[in-house]
Structure formats: C-alpha cells, structure tokens
T-cell receptor
Framework: SQELEQSPQSLIVQEGKNLTINCTSSKTLYGLYWYKQKYGEGLIFLMMLQKGGEEKSHEKITAKLDEKKQQSSLHITASQPSHAGIYLCGGNGSGNTGKLIFGQGTTLQVKP | GAVVSQHPSWVICKSGTSVKIECRSLDFQATTMFWYRQFPKQSLMLMATSNEGSKATYEQGVEKDKFLINHASLTLSTLTVTSAHPEDSSFYIC????????????FGAGTRLSVL
C-alpha cells in the first residue's frame, strides 16, 4: 500500500526565518496536495501539484513536485506567526479516484 | 475557495446512542464526498468514499454497519455512528470535491465526538 512520509515531524523557527517541509511517497503520485490544519479544526487547501517538476507559489509559500512525482517540498519564506499550524501532504496514487493518503503531518511553531 | 460546512462541531453522547454528522457543500455540487477519522496528534485516516446516489465505498477495516453513510444529494452527505461506544470517540472530518476544481478536496471544520 502507498505511504507518505513527512519530515520533519515538528519544527520551531524564529519569525522571519525560512523553512522547508518534505513529503516522500513510496509510489509515483497522480497528484500531491498540501493542506494546513490548526489543531482540532478542518484542513485548509494550500496547493495541488500534478505534473513532474511542477512548482507553485502563493504569497510566501512555494511547493514543488519532483520529476518522478514521488517527492514534494513546501517552502515558507520569511515565516510569520500566522504560518504556525500542522502541514499535511496528501497523495493520490491511484488515478483520479480522488482518494488521498496523508502523511503524518509536520507541526510548525513560529516564535515571535 | 469552495466552502464545506460540517455540523455539529462537537457532540457528546451516551454509550449506545447513535449520532449523525452532516457535511454540506455550500457553493458547489459535490460529486464525491469523503469521510475521515483523525486520532489526537495523528494523521487523517480515510473511512469511506461516497458518491451521490450510490452506496458508499468503505476502506478496509471500517465497519459499514457501524458507520452509515448517506449521500442523498449533490450537496449533502451524512455519517451516522450507530450504537456509539467510547472507542468511537474521535475527530471526524468530511471533504467534498466537485464543481470547477473537481480534483481538489475541500474539507469541513470537523466534528469532535465524545462518547461517555
């Protein structure tokens, strides 16, 4: 079965610093999704990557998917306290069924 | 972005009772809805996939008679936890996809279920 591994599991950074979260799949992905969750709340959609080598940016967050479509990174530039939360990558490895397998999440704390 | 509403956000019930959770897509028609379960400080586990007008597809290990899913319309899916027990206490989250951004799942805010 497919698995998604995220690293690091948790991260504490000083406000203003850059950071990167990684997501590795055991199988080639049809699509890779990044979400953000505040503890005890729902998930907020950040970005979707479907093509090998694809890169997308929104405000200070950039997500990339490697050519083999098995590895993705989420990079935050000049982090702010509002970036704090749990970042989850979700992968769709079985065509367009829509079923997502999620990584275990990365908890980000940003110190003011 | 698309809005998915989930209700209630928190429910406490006695052991043996049934609880219904609603998931609505507010501004798009959801051809597919998904139900997840999340344990404290853990990731989401897919329970079932439901398409409007057809029976839900359950993931391995999920009891379909325990977790009844109904997707009666393109904007509403319900999850009923029947004869709930303390081990069913968890955070349940729904998601929906459809409309213009058909490949993206939009999530509800989740329902925290506590069974006493």
């Amino acid at each position: 079965s497919q698995e998604l591994e995220q690293s690091p599991q948790s991260l504490i950074v000083q406000e203003g610093k850059n950071l990167t979260i990684n997501c590795t799949s055991s199988k080639t992905l049809y699509g890779l999704y990044w979400y953000k969750q505040k503890y005890g709340e729902g998930l907020i959609f950040l970005m979707m990557l479907q093509k090998g080598g694809e890169e997308k940016s929104h405000e200070k967050i950039t997500a990339k998917l490697d050519e083999k479509k098995q590895q993705s990174s989420l990079h935050i530039t000049a982090s702010q306290p509002s970036h704090a939360g749990i970042y989850l990558c979700g992968g769709n490895g079985s065509g367009n069924t829509g079923k997502l397998i999620f990584g275990q999440g990365t908890t980000l704390q940003v110190k003011p | 972005g698309a809005v998915v509403s989930q209700h209630p956000s928190w429910v406490i019930c006695k052991s043996g009772t049934s609880v219904k959770i609603e998931c609505r897509s507010l501004d798009f028609q959801a051809t597919t809805m998904f139900w997840y379960r999340q344990f404290p400080k853990q990731s989401l586990m897919l329970m079932a996939t439901s398409n409007e007008g057809s029976k839900a597809t359950y993931e391995q290990g999920v009891e379909k008679d325990k977790f009844l899913i109904n997707h009666a319309s393109l904007t509403l899916s319900t999850l009923t936890v029947t004869s709930a027990h303390p081990e069913d206490s968890s955070f349940y989250i729904c998601s929906a996809r459809g409309g213009l951004a058909k490949n993206i799942q939009y999530f509800g805010a989740g329902t925290r279920l506590s069974v006493l």
